[in-house]
């Protein structure tokens, strides 16, 4: 028996290096990546490859939607802010999908990088979740005729999620240590991630107690093509646009935090100047 | 096999030391357990003199201004969970303790709730009373009242390691923890009201139960970790 769990041992010490040798240019890459240097150029170059997709997107997403989709049978022209509300809406979850993650990553890796993902990310979550809110309220006065409707399950569980990003930007501008906000950021983030879910089933719960009428069907009818290429278009372009704008932020992020170390002076001080 | 001897003592031993030293210091301090229980009084009080005292209005917001009253009310006393320990430096030594982190910050937690949230759920009947809840009702809202109580607790012990040392603690604090506790009002008020309307209710008391079960097992280590954190 014994000689058999020896056995069964030496194979899963093979499987281990073998596995090892497997991942390992992927880990190399991701130190590599974790290096602030290097990512400081990396996110330089990647910069107009997520702007350009961006912009034409967007445009081409505002555009045909604002001009060639037909007007819904029901709402009219008002449907119009799906254009920027739904992929807002959506930026909102995925930017603290983001935060969570990165928090995860630099809690058990020890990546600093990646607690500087999160610190960039949460501004920008929050904006859109704002943007989601303010337009879901636009469109909620001429639709629900109100500009407010607590009854509605999205929009509670939309606003608790932007108090979590108040907290957590809070959270971290009171803490002066940056390792220290960094870490403790991570574990809220994380806490909050399973407080996200719970909120929404509760709020849903609650909201099926209270809604008398339901003013968006489940499931909706059916989309027009015309109008669905559009707002996938615009859904896609907001990510790239995120996607840009978290490089910007995480570029002078990464600046910041390595403002004493010698990489940075030696690029102010040479003749590109940072560039 | 587990020897429980006086050099290795069980977890279980730490978790009821420091729970039992945190009572004894509450015990001391009447002050800290009474000063939130005179708070959600005033609380309940306040809002019948705001909005008026007719009784349909009173019955129709009862629980949830009680439920309210009692969020804010722990919150009032999470601040001090953690902050004397780190100011005497006990704290330290809870860090470098043998004990499982979490076991020992479970222990804290116990204490906390049997200093704030039990007594907020024995005396809530009588402010029921005066919010002229029928009495049928009253064991439903300590039910929901002792759930949320806990969940609040945990979740809060989680908030106060945050923010354990820090200046501005107290407004941090509840930016923090009001959030995360959304959920845990909503059910428990919401399963009051339902309760008092002749409702089915049920739905609501499993899902506070489940909360509470979800944060007893995941808020020690949460907590712990947030400790460590802020003590480093």
């Known amino acids: 028996m014994r000689k058999f ?21 992927l880990w190399r890459f991701f130190h590599k990546l974790a290096s602030p240097p290097h990512f400081y150029r990396l996110a330089a170059t990647l910069m107009p ?23 819904d049978y029901q709402q009219g022209d008002a449907f119009r802010i799906i254009y920027v509300h739904v992929p807002s ?27 500087a993902v999160g610190a960039a990310a949460a501004p920008l ?10 337009t879901g309220s636009i469109w909620g006065r001429p639709m629900w005729g109100t500009w407010w409707e607590w009854g509605d399950a999205r929009l509670t569980s939309e606003l608790i999620l932007l108090f979590l990003y108040f907290g957590y930007m809070a959270l971290r501008s009171s803490i002066d240590n940056t390792a220290k906000a960094d870490k403790a950021c991570a574990v809220l983030a994380l806490v909050g991630v399973v407080n996200v879910l719970v909120v929404h089933f509760s709020v849903e719960w609650w909201s099926s ?7 968006m069907k489940k499931g909706g009818p059916g989309m027009d093509a015309d109008m669905l290429y559009p707002l996938l278009a615009t859904i896609l372009g907001f990510t790239f646009l995120f996607g840009a704008l978290l ?11 390595e403002r004493r170390t010698r990489w940075v002076r030696e690029m102010i001080l040479s003749p590109e100047g940072g560039k | 096999m587990i020897v429980y001897s006086p050099e290795r003592p069980g977890i279980i031993i730490g978790l009821v030391a420091i729970a039992r030293r945190d009572l004894l210091l509450a015990w001391k301090r009447p002050g800290d357990i009474l000063n939130p229980l005179f708070f959600f009084a005033m609380v309940c009080t306040l809002f019948p003199l705001a909005a008026g005292p007719s009784s349909e209005q009173l019955v129709a917001s009862g629980p949830g201004v ?8 722990t919150l009032l006393s999470l601040n001090s969970m953690f902050m004397s320990d780190y100011e005497d430096g006990s704290l330290d030594q809870l860090l470098v303790s043998l004990q499982p982190l979490p076991a020992l910050v479970l222990g804290k937690t116990v204490a906390h709730w049997l200093t704030s949230g039990l007594p907020l759920v024995l005396i809530s009947p009588l402010l029921a009373m005066t919010y002229k809840m029928s009495t049928d009702i009253f064991g439903i809202l300590m039910l929901t009242l002792l759930l949320g109580s806990i969940c609040l607790s945990l979740l809060g012990s989680i908030g106060a390691a945050l923010t354990v040392g820090l200046h501005r603690g107290t407004a941090l604090l509840s930016l923090l923890i009001l959030p995360l ?52």
């Open chain 2, 66 to 73: 009680l439920w309210v009253a009692a969020l804010l009310s």
């Open chain 2, 181 to 232: 506790a959304m959920p845990v009002l909503l059910l428990g008020a919401n399963t009051v009201s339902l309760a008092a309307g002749g409702e089915p209710y049920v739905t609501g008391i499993w899902a506070l139960a489940g909360y509470a079960v979800a944060a007893l097992s995941l808020a020690p280590y949460a907590a712990a970790a947030a400790l460590r954190i802020s003590n480093e």
């Open chain 1, 247 to 257: 490089m910007r932020r995480l570029r002078t992020e990464v600046l910041y935090r």
């Open chain 1, 209 to 215: 107690l209270h809604q008398g009428q339901t003013l």
């Open chain 1, 89 to 115: 809406a959506y930026l909102s979850l995925f930017a603290y999908m983001i935060m969570a993650i990165s928090g995860a990553i630099g809690l058990i890796w020890r990546m600093k990088l990646a607690h």
């Open chain 1, 49 to 71: 490859w997520l702007t350009v997709p961006a912009l034409l997107l967007i445009t081409y997403g505002i555009y045909a939607g604002l001009f060639l989709a037909p007007p």
């Open chain 1, 5 to 25: 769990f020896n056995q069964l041992w030496k194979l899963f010490i093979q499987l281990r290096v073998f596995f090892h040798q497997l991942i390992s240019p």
């Open chain 1, 125 to 134: 979550g929050a904006a859109f979740t704002f943007i989601a809110l303010a």
